[in-house]
């Protein structure tokens, strides 16, 4: 059993709580919220043990605890730092944190610590992602050419969020996702599977722009943004994230012999399909109808959808649990981390003038699932 702390106990947490409870082996033994009214909820709606100040649970928590970082991106910093500090490990939700010195400075004091440090998201260890990038390596599709990947959400300053409540009755947050901006929200979602397929990034050009301004609780962030990413393995992929345009959250990447697709981004089980390249007489089509890729046998626990997302967000978490109880790396290693923030601050912050920016850190692919084999 591996002992799991929650620090941050809104909208996601909740999700975080629906999907450990696929997980026999990771029990939460104590949480913290800076809000004692959001703590007492989510803590009596799950029937867990809280803290009241953050130095009350890093005291009381056992050595080799894993602490999950819930908290708003603005202080994910100084919650992953001090916990760092006090010697445990730190999964943190996305970004690790806003800026790259800080980003930097949290993977060198876990290095120091001799602790694990690791960042959301973790779709990339979830079937969908896995069975791509099996597709990819299998050489399904032949050589990889070109990637688009799209996180449009539709148009959110629209949506009815102000009606979207997690289970423990945690209002969406939008004032803050306004705030920190879709491209440091979402396009990790994405960028874990290219990084995995294709290794880190070299080059980003990119442009991002606030195409709606003032919106309710908070603006100042792009609300569109675009990148081309150059891959160490020569593949080019084209990144969007938008709260913007119409809801499109498809990847396809495009090889020698046909169109490698999966249609949602958030549902670990969605299809993975290969449409192949055909000349038919005087014309050249990819099939319409794609083959379905599936796995060999079983994957993970699944979680059922709650609102956007159908994603286990208990992967991440379990697999530094299995890395430290089998004493081998851990797939999402404070270098994938770290190179995630690099490249997705770089698209973030590319406004409507940048150059190509060139990466300064860089990362090992993931390793296989081993349930893919
Ligand atoms: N909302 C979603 O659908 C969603 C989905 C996936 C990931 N995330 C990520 O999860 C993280 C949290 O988002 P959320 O939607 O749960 O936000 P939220 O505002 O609902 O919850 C964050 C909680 O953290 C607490 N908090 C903030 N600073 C703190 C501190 N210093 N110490 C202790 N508690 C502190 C707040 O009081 C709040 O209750 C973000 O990084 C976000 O990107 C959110």
New binding site residues.
Partial sequence: MTALAI???????D?YMASLAKHANLSVVRV????PA?LSAFAAHWRLDKADT?DGLLAGLPKGCIILN????H??Y??SKACLAAGFHVYS???LAMDLDQARDLHALAARQGVLLAS??CSVLGEAAQVLAGAVRDGVAGRPRLVYAELDDGFIPQAPYEDWR?ASG????YG??FR?GCTL?HAGYYLTWLVAMFGPVVRVVAASAELVEAKPGGGGASDFSVAVLFFADGVVARLTCSIIAPHDHRIRVIGDKGVLAVRRAWDNAAKVRFHRRLRLRRRLIDLPVGRRIRPRGATHPKVART???AMN?ALGPAEMAASLAEGRPCRLSADFALHLTEVTLAIQNSGDHSDAQVMTTSCEKPEAMSWLA
């Fill in positions: 620090i941050g106990c809104g909208f996601v947490a999700l913290f919220d800076r809000d959001r953050l819930l908290t708003n991106p202080a994910h100084e919650v939700e996305k970004p959301a998201p997690s945690a209002p969406w947050p803050d996702e920190v929200e609102g956007a997302a967000f």
